[in-house]
């Protein structure tokens, strides 16, 4: 007779403990639990705090309104038509929310790629534009990133944040795929294989696809950033304190990182040039 | 295809919504949520997408198994004396393969999610630019018909 799974439970601490025993492998990658909720109720309620006109101004940095609705749309707990009709409705002017719905856009645009290409989105869709032949990369993520212990302020945080949370903004996503690509010569099929095993929102078509936008096999140049960058739209918490600001390997021009990373290579794609 | 009277909802991770629609089209349908055995051991997912993934779970009207997804799915619609599957859309290649495997012993009916905005043309998908030039007047509705 088939065993259905339990459906009750006294609190969230029963449901946790009821599921690391269930799912000893999944526990053994990491055991953290996210302070994100799964369910319609919390969903909704993220969506009804969204505010559009501050999101088109302030995404880019790491404290600006940003929806944190990624989990709930990547599992269809709410359908990109649903936010997109919440966004129109939370400002008078279309214009206002038309930020908010191009980055919806994104979404269905890697979805749609998806179903075209299927397990594609695994492959490199293009060559490097670095310079470099793909069997320059490693295959495997260095473990000094994985446990977060590179010594570098804002990278460690990040990695900390992926494992314990789920969760990571945009910017932080560009920063961490591109120092693991382009730093450190990583494969983004590692990277990105890293982030599907931790991030709630953790989508085969976005999170493969994107990676492969800052590597450079889905995108025209490279993407990369530099000190300058980071400190403006991270408000300068990392580097304050970090141990390695007088070694940054990310304090140089875009020249002179282009130089050092990408010898023989295209031109990187810098923040001038519009991100996504 | 007939259509179906007494179907199965099978619910997967790419729509877990209680507005669902197989939940809406078959209301009190008995629906099946599957944790798939293989494609766990081969994504190794961590617990925190495990619990999330349940509490979206627990507020829809499902049983919740797991195993080989297609055989578990008929095995229920077997239990439930069914005529029929019916579960939603999703691009995934995996959810094509697993709806193929059910297809071939049951008759099937896969719903579509509401999509992000209505398009009939054909897009061109080489760079998001030109995708999002065909989709933005719509998505904005800013396109002459949708403002009324
Ligand atoms: C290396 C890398 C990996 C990524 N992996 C994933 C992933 O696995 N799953 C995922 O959903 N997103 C992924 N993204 C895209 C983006 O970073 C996240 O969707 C976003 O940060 C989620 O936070 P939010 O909900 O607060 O976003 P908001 O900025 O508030 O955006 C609202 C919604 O729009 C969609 N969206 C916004 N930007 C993008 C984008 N660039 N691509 C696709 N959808 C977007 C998301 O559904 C998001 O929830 C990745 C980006 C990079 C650079």
Redesign the pocket.
């Known amino acids: 007779m088939p065993k259905d799974m339990r459906r009750d439970f006294a609190d969230r601490a029963e449901l946790v403990a009821y599921l690391a025993a269930e799912f000893p492998a999944a526990a053994a990658e990491s055991a953290a639990v996210s302070a994100t909720r799964g369910g319609r109720r919390a969903a909704e309620a993220l969506l009804t705090a969204i505010q559009p006109a501050r ?1 088109a101004s302030t ?1 880019n940095f790491l404290d600006g309104a ?5 989990a709930y ?2 599992h269809g707990v709410l359908s990109l038509a649903e936010v997109r009709r919440a966004a129109l409705r939370a400002e008078t002017r279309p214009a206002e929310a038309a930020k ?1 719905i191009s ?2 856009a ?2 269905d645009y ?1 979805q749609r790629v998806y179903a075209v290409i299927g397990d594609g989105i695994w492959e490199d869709r293009e060559p490097y534009k670095t310079g470099l032949e793909a069997a320059a990369y490693a295959q495997e993520l260095p473990a000094d990133i994985a446990a977060g212990t590179t010594g570098l302020a804002c990278i460690d945080a990040f990695s900390r944040e992926l494992v314990d949370s789920g969760y ?3 910017h932080a ?2 920063w961490l ?1 591109a120092y693991v690509v382009h730093w450190r010569r990583v494969a983004w099929q590692a990277g990105a294989r890293w ?2 095993t931790h ?1 709630l ?3 085969p078509a ?2 493969n696809l ?2 492969q936008w ?1 590597a450079s096999t889905f995108s025209h140049k490279p993407y990369v950033f530099n000190r300058e960058n980071l400190e403006r739209y991270s408000g300068g918490i990392y580097c304050r304190a970090c141990p390695l600001r007088l070694q940054c390997p990310f304090d140089k021009s875009y020249e002179a990182l282009q130089a050092e990373l990408f010898p023989g290579g295209a031109p990187a794609a810098t923040p001038p040039r519009r991100r ?1 | 295809m007939s259509e179906l009277v007494r179907p199965v909802v099978w619910i997967h991770a790419d729509c877990l919504s209680p507005q669902h629609p197989a939940l809406l089209a078959y209301p009190g349908a008995p629906a099946l949520f599957v944790w798939d055995e293989a494609l766990l051991s081969s994504l190794r997912i961590s617990l925190k997408r495990i619990v999330f993934l349940y509490e979206c779970l627990l507020e829809l009207p499902v049983s919740i198994r797991r195993g080989d997804v297609a055989a578990e799915v008929l095995a229920f619609a077997s239990e439930q004396q069914a005529d029929g599957v019916v579960t939603s859309a999703s691009p995934s290649p995996r959810f094509a393969a697993i709806s193929a495997q059910i297809a071939a012993q049951r008759p099937l009916r896969v719903l579509p999610v509401e999509p992000f905005v209505q398009i009939e043309q054909r897009l061109d998908l080489a760079r998001f630019a030109r995708y999002w030039r065909a989709v933005e007047a719509r998505a904005l509705n800013t396109f002459p018909e949708d403002t009324v």
């Open positions: 999101y995404r940003v929806t944190r609705l990624s749309l990547r908010l980055e919806l994104w979404r890697w990571m903004h945009n996503r560009m795929a982030f599907l991030l929102d953790g989508d976005s999170n994107s990676w800052v996504q």
